[in-house]
């Protein structure tokens, strides 16, 4: 039997799970039986505990679909909870190595309970090549972006260890976002596919946000989509340098974005959970 824990950043669920709990590496096949709300557990997504020769904690990051994302602003305020609940640290402060880099978790302990993390994101980027994004060596803001479905739009690119496609609107609709977020997903512009936000302004630090995530789909939230969407709404001058509080349908988180476009998240989490795969259940994987 393979324990494991469920937790939730603003409805953006993922399972967490150790690699040494596990017989056999993860596959596709596996991930998304776990992943699946009828089939298994049920999430956004599978946070899986590892050694790091870097960091205090290694952390891997499965979607839905198997494929690895390199960083996630929920997933690490779920993680750093799991680690803290668990007796797995007793400090506060902690580094974890994700594939998009090494950052900083600090959780805020209240009355004996942790249940708000701030993480420290890296910086954001708007270079194609660091996105990545094919074309030449340029910063892609407000650049046109011509769809399959003969749909123009105009967007910003960037990573903030992970890659986001931007494009502001002025209302925000979920059906357009279902529709054209896996078509955005899946231009050929991306070569490792990106994270999709649709975004609308609604002050000089404010900013809603509708997301398709790449291997998820749709999604209530994203700590890193709240990123690259304050990101983006500063690099556009439509926010100003410093906190921009980022809306979605599961609520709201605040973004730091700083002059040298490093990015401080804030929000809070929930473990709703925690159980064991059954062994005839992890024998089918």
């Known amino acids: 039997m393979i324990p494991f824990a469920k937790g939730h950043g603003l409805g953006n669920d993922y399972i967490v799970m150790e690699e040494k709990d596990l017989k056999a590496p993860l596959s ?13 557990v049920g999430s956004d997504g599978i946070l899986l505990l590892v050694p790091s020769a870097r960091a205090d904690f290694g952390l891997r990051i499965f979607n839905p679909d198997g494929s690895e994302a390199e960083k996630s602003g929920n997933g690490l305020r779920i993680f750093a909870k799991y680690l803290w609940d668990h007796g797995r640290t007793k400090k506060t402060t902690f580094t974890v190595d994700t594939k998009g880099g090494v950052v900083e978790c600090q959780c805020r302990v209240e009355g004996g309970r942790m249940g708000f993390v701030t993480v420290e994101m890296g910086r954001a980027t708007f270079r194609a090549p660091e996105i990545p994004m094919n074309g030449p060596d340029r910063e892609v803001v407000s650049v046109p972006l011509q769809l399959s479905d003969g749909t123009s ?13 931007i494009t502001f609107v002025d209302r925000l609709d979920e059906g357009e976002c279902r529709r054209l977020g896996p078509l955005i997903e899946r231009h050929p512009a991306f070569p490792n596919r990106t994270n999709v936000q649709f975004a609308r302004v609604a002050a000089r630090d404010a900013v809603d946000i509708l997301i398709w995530e790449r291997g998820a789909g749709y999604t209530l939230a994203s700590g890193s989509s709240s990123c690259g969407a304050a990101s983006a709404a500063v690099k556009n001058g439509l926010c100003a340098h410093g906190r ?5 349908p599961g609520g709201q988180l605040t973004i730091e974005v700083r002059p040298d476009w490093s990015l401080r998240l804030d929000g809070p989490v929930e473990e709703v959970y925690s159980g064991t795969l059954t062994a005839e259940f992890a024998g089918s994987l």
Request: glycine share 12%.
């Open 28 to 40: 596709e096949k596996a991930i998304g039986r776990i992943c699946d709300r009828n089939w298994g």
């Open 153 to 165: 739009l105009s967007v910003t690119a960037v990573s903030v260890g992970n890659p986001h496609c």
């Open 244 to 248: 921009v509080k980022v809306g979605m």
